[in-house]
């Protein structure tokens, strides 16, 4: 029961068109997992229905050992699990601070509180400020986030994420539209993050060699089942994940 | 230049102003100031809704109804208590906002619009034909004004000079709590709302419950400018409510730009001042509004005072 993130049997459809279907995993504490499928293999779908964007259709979702199936989102993040999205999802016309303190806010019950300064919160704002020390924002604190870089933004996001220091995040092809350098800065920050952080990162991905770079523990997901799971060298070697689609990849 | 950009400056310049001009203007514009100044405070109410918190709401006309005829039927009952018209005014259209609000907030722009627009219609068919308690059509008229005994002197509101230190107090005060409120953590969360009420629900805000708030204390305020505004007319009427009124503080803000704390009372300024020039020459002044409008809509795009203002700050920092 030390698994942190639980899911059981989960399965959605849109209409009579089932997406995904009779998913279970278990991932444990501090754990560098990621679900990895082609475009269109229902991954986006699976964090929306394990996150509370809508209801799973079926199935059962337990994050620390409590059933969390079909909350919604707040709650879902009230019980520890924050994500991103695939499409970048933040505050565009609030600055870089303002945008990781929103989730402070929250967190510590502020956001009914109609007086005051919040930036004259010491402890909101340095932890603010540390999240962004931790994805290389600081420097740019000030700034409208409408105007920074496409990679930028996404860090942006990062640190909304990780603000409340949740115990699981989901990340949503988190370098998903990043050129090659970008690309790279993201894998080095993800596993920084992940490291002995304790946090329990749980990645999708459609690019291999990210996947490969980053992930302890891997589940590859074909025509919305789970075609297998494990090390990144026991998913390399599995024969039904080559005939998939890694293929000539691989033995290339 | 750099006394322009104080953030300070400009605030501290218009209350001094607004407290000398009666001295200085006629008995008619000064109360023409008082009713600027009342629609200031409902405009900049409204904002915190279209311009914070992203809302566009058509039927503020209600709770400022509300606060209206709450004070016109207090005041025939007998209540003189200036502060307690007030508190009740406002109390009362929280209430109601609360209601409208669970019923409105589960809806998005143009369909939040028209259920905002839906309650007020409703609201104002009640005033107009619940003839035993709101006079109908005629509306409830005020026949004693509430006094003030201030440091041992009695003052009375029928001399406009008094009506309008009265407004410009309570407005004064209005003014200043939203500009606490938008400036606080709460008013923090409306503009992320504003800018993604998604992001707001994933790092765990209850998007539902914050905008009933900021409805609620939008309705509040709005309601206490109808108070003021039953006190200055002497008289409740139905028009408080008619979806026309509630056009108005959207005209307003959308004119002194939605994006700056005071546009709004600005765009109240603006819309009176159009309408006393254009009166000169035509009875119809709706249509010449219009036709004013559109060249500002389309060359004042942050609004006339958003759009002046972000000019000021950019110079200053070249
Ligand atoms: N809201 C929706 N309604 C209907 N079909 C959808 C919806 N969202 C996604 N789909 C379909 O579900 C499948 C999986 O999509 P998605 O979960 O986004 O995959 P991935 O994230 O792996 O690329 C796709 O065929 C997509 O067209
Ligand atoms: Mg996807």
Redesign the pocket.
Known sequence: MSDVLRIENLGHS??K?K??EDISLSIGKGEMSALI????????????AISGHFPPTKGKVFLNGEEITGLTSHKVVDKGMCRSF?ITNIFSELTVLENVIAPLIIQRGKHFKIYGNIFKDKQIVDSAMQTLEQVGLSDRADQVVANLAYGDKRLVEMAIVLARKPSVVLL??PTAGMNPEETENMIALIKKLATGSGTTFFI?E?DMKVVFSLAEKIYV?HQ?HLLAQGSPEQIRSNEQVQEAYLGRKVHA | MKLLRNRWFGPAVLTVLLLLAPLLISTYSTMILSEILIMGLMAISFNLLLGYTGLLSFGQGAFFGLGGYCAALMLQAGYQNLFLLLLVGMLISLLAALVVGFFSVRLDEIFFAMITLGFGMLFFSVAHNWLDVTGGSDGLPVFVLPSLNLFGTELTFYDPLNMYYLVFSIVLVGVVLLWLIVHSPFGLILKAMRENKQRVSFVGGNVQLLRIVAFAISGAFTGLAGVLFCLFNSMATPEFMHWSFSAKPVIMSIIGGTGVFLGPLFGAGIFFLLEQVIILFTENWMLFLGIVLVPIVIFFPQGVFGTLRNKIFREGAK
């Open positions: 849109y209409g068109f997406v995904i499928g082609p475009n269109g293999a229902g991954k986006t779908t699976f964090y929306n695939q949503d092809e999708t459609h997901l919305g």
